[in-house]
């Protein structure tokens, strides 16, 4: 592509969630131990929207494929004919179906086609993919042709409920490079890459769980080990579909940590800072659940990072965008480029 371009903006904001409900921790996380989370989430998607609106922001809900369905006999009438075997059987949604219920309203775990409408309703939101299944495609048992079954399938429940897929956000962030292409035949315009530190690499869920390598994300939540993790605009234009890097994950509230929340503010606000200063990119990233307990003390400070973020747009002008709409303002102006290099 080529990179000769005028863009000169202060910067963009990036926010992905991943919606998942209870399908993306179903292997970690049993019902009744997470409850307040998984229901509070339910309550927590509205509360956010109402912040992003308020603020202007905008932000890609990338959506697991099973919660589009309304009822059980809608989803089992659209698995995908190729399924993941995976080796470590507890990973495969597709093994404990049986502990789904007959639609939302009845088991509110593992269906949202409300909370999706709702999403979509709003200004600026873009509904994404998290897969159709939460796939994990890093694991053994699972190729390169069950993640395309599993992508196609979710592309056509999407479409079913008038949502076009164009952003992607690999579950656990287990990034595959070999399967860009099938996203790319499968209409992905960009996805979620990770941080480059070592800390952040893509590896399957028993190397992740290595008590160092938790200890120091956790401690980058909280003070500069890795770095900003801010990104040009011409890095990301260098590969298609566009990787668009995580450079922070919001870590929720905690109340035993709470004595921390200056350090882990500054720490998300000095990068946005210094992506607006610099033309870069920032993409804060967490999922609803995160926010399904103390949601009180979530939304206070993400207002404050929302609060900053208006101060950078006043200042620097720096934008919100979705995943979406980055990649299809990239796609336009490298469309320019090349019309005025041939005339």
């Known amino acids: 592509m080529n990179t000769q371009h005028t863009t000169n903006r202060g910067g963009v904001f990036l926010i992905s969630l991943d919606f ?42 990338a959506t697991v494929g099973f919660l589009f369905h309304k009822t059980r ?48 309703a709003i200004e600026h939101q ?15 048992g699972q190729s390169v042709e069950t993640f395309e079954a599993d992508l196609r399938a979710a592309r056509r429940t999407a479409e079913q409920s008038g949502v076009r897929l164009e952003s992607l956000v690999f579950p656990r962030n287990q990034f595959n490079l070999p399967y860009i292409r099938v996203c790319s035949n499968l209409g992905i315009k960009a996805y979620r890459g990770n941080e480059a530190s070592w800390i952040y ?11 160092v390598r938790r200890l120091l994300r956790l401690a980058d939540s909280y003070c500069n080990l890795s770095g900003h993790n801010c990104h040009s605009l011409e890095r990301v234009r260098r590969s ?27 720490r998300i606000t000095s990068g946005l800072t210094h992506a607006a200063r610099g033309n870069l990119i920032y993409h804060l990233w967490w999922h609803p659940h995160n926010f399904g307990v103390s949601l009180k003390e979530n939304l206070a400070f993400l207002r404050k990072v929302f609060e900053h973020f208006a101060t950078l747009q006043r200042e ?5 965008l979705t995943m979406g709409e980055l990649a299809h303002r990239l796609l336009e102006e490298d469309s320019v480029a090349q019309t005025a290099e041939g005339s």
Request: with cysteine; charged share 25%; proline share 8%.
């Open 20 to 61: 998942e409900i209870r399908w993306g921790v179903r292997d970690q996380q049993m019902v009744e131990s997470y409850k307040p989370n998984l229901l509070g989430e339910r309550r927590a998607v509205p509360a956010m929207l109402e912040l992003f609106s308020e603020f202007g922001v905008h932000a890609t809900w």
């Open 240 to 266: 298609f579909p566009f990787d668009m890097p995580s450079s922070r994950f919001l870590r929720p509230y905690s109340k035993r940590l709470s004595f921390l929340d200056g350090l882990r503010l500054r």
């Open 316 to 320: 620097h002008g720096m934008e919100s």
């Open 73 to 120: 006999d809608e989803l089992l009438a659209a698995l995908p004919p190729l399924r993941p075997a995976y080796t470590d059987h507890n990973l495969s949604p597709y093994e404990h179906l049986d502990e789904v219920g007959t639609d939302e309203y009845t088991d509110p775990y593992h269906y949202a086609p409300s909370l999706i409408k709702s999403i979509a």
């Open 201 to 211: 690499r893509a590896v399957d869920e028993e190397t992740k769980q290595s008590p």
């Open 126 to 140: 873009e509904i994404g993919t998290h897969t159709y299944s939460h796939y994990y495609c890093l694991e053994d």
